[in-house]
Every structure is written in structure tokens, then in C-alpha cells.
């Protein structure tokens, strides 16, 4: 059974800090993606990440995978109120066979504050 | 172009009742998966369904079912609600089921 896991799954920091999510899993698997979720708001996609070594960066996130590891990693830098959310990570276990499903991590609480 | 529309937004349900919940994929997207999020036990996959066909099944009873319509809109049924059910139901549409998914707002199921 393919396990993810997230940690903190609370972090609260100052604006202007820098701080990283870590993400491991399981099983072997090259696809994984970084979600977002607002207070009762849906999933938003961050990250797609799809092989070894891939490194996304949008504005002050930048999130990378390591296959080997079976690691992936959020990096928030220099943060600001507005990324206050909870992000989950996902991973794809997929085969060839057709979609297993995601498997989300439990989520890290992301607190931003002045 | 339009994203991922669920409906309804909100439901309260009585325990003992079924109930029916409705997702549009992206326009050409022939993948629907649904997921269940409560706090306790967070994301949970429920299944997926791309041209008709149910290919996997999360580990859910039997109450919980799908299906996929020939336009790729999907509907999952829940019958003999339970207090537990209570939830937040979130449908993803992608083009392949292995490519990026997009989530819906959601649906917001309360049972009393």
C-alpha cells in the first residue's frame, strides 16, 4: 500500500522566511504533484512533476522531485501572508494499467504572519 | 475554458438516505475520479472512470458507486447514508486519468 507522507503538517512562519515541505512516499513512482487548498475551497494545482530531478518553480514556490529518494520537496521563499494555506502533496502510483488514484499526504497547515 | 462543475455545492441528508452527486469534467477530459476528504482521514480515492468504464476502486463499500455518462459527466451514489459520510466530495477531471487533474469546488455533504 502506497503511504505519503508530509511533514510538519503545521508550520506557522514570518513573512520574509524561507521554509521547506518535505514529501515522501513509498513505492516507486515519477509522478507527483503539489496542491493547494484554501479554507472550503477545492484543490488547486501547483506542480506537476513527472521525472527524476524535475525542479518547477512558480513565484516564491519551488518544489522538486527526487525518485531515488522517493522525495519531493516545497520550497517557500520569502514568504508572504498570501501562501497562508494547507498544500498537500500527491503522488501518482500509476503503471501503465490505467489510474490508481492519488495518493495525498495529510497535509501541511501553512500560517503566514506578519 | 469552463473547469470542473460540481453539483450540488451543499446537501444535508437525513441517515438511512441515498444520495446523488454530479460532476462535468473539463471539455475534452474523459477521465473523472472522486476523492472524499474529512478531517480524520483526510484525501481518500474513491474511483475512476474514463470512457464509461469504472477502472479502479478505492477501498470504500459497496454503498459507495459510480458511473460515467457517454458526454464523460459522471455521477457517484451514495446509498444507506451514515453519519461518517459526512464530507466534503471532490471530483477531478484529467485528460487520460494519469495526466494532471483538475478538482471541482466540490460537493459539501452533511448527514444528520
Known amino acids: 500500500e502506497l503511504k505519503v507522507e508530509q511533514n510538519p503538517l503545521f508550520l506557522s512562519m514570518q513573512e520574509g522566511k524561507n521554509y521547506t515541505i518535505y514529501c515522501n512516499y513509498s513505492?516507486?513512482?515519477?509522478?507527483l504533484y503539489w496542491y493547494r487548498q484554501d479554507p472550503g475551497k477545492s484543490l488547486e494545482s501547483l506542480f506537476v512533476?513527472?521525472?527524476?530531478?524535475a525542479v518547477k518553480q512558480e513565484g516564491r514556490l519551488m518544489a522538486s522531485l527526487d525518485t531515488k529518494a522517493r522525495l519531493s520537496t516545497l520550497h517557500i521563499t520569502a514568504a508572504v501572508h498570501d501562501l497562508s494555506a494547507t498544500y498537500f502533496c500527491?503522488?501518482?502510483?500509476?503503471?501503465?494499467?490505467?489510474?490508481?488514484?492519488?495518493?495525498f499526504g495529510k497535509g501541511t497547515h501553512l500560517i503566514i504572519q506578519p | 475554458k469552463a473547469g470542473v462543475t460540481q453539483t450540488p455545492r451543499y446537501l444535508i441528508k437525513t441517515r438511512g438516505q441515498q444520495v446523488t452527486l454530479s460532476c462535468s469534467p473539463i471539455s475534452g477530459h474523459r477521465s473523472v475520479s472522486w476523492y472524499q476528504q474529512t478531517p480524520g482521514q483526510g484525501l481518500q480515492f474513491l474511483f475512476e472512470y474514463f470512457s464509461e468504464t469504472q477502472r479502479n476502486k478505492g477501498n470504500f463499500p459497496g454503498r459507495f458507486s459510480g458511473r460515467q455518462f457517454s458526454n464523460s459527466r459522471s455521477e457517484m451514489n451514495v446509498s444507506t447514508l451514515e453519519l461518517g459520510d459526512s464530507a466534503l466530495y471532490l471530483c477531478a477531471s484529467s485528460y487520460r486519468g494519469y495526466t494532471e487533474a483538475f478538482f471541482g469546488q466540490g460537493t459539501r455533504l452533511t448527514v444528520v
Open positions: 512533476l513527472l521525472s527524476n530531478g
Open positions: 500527491a503522488v501518482d502510483p500509476y503503471s501503465g494499467g490505467g489510474a490508481d488514484g492519488l495518493t
Open positions: 513505492t516507486t513512482s515519477d509522478r
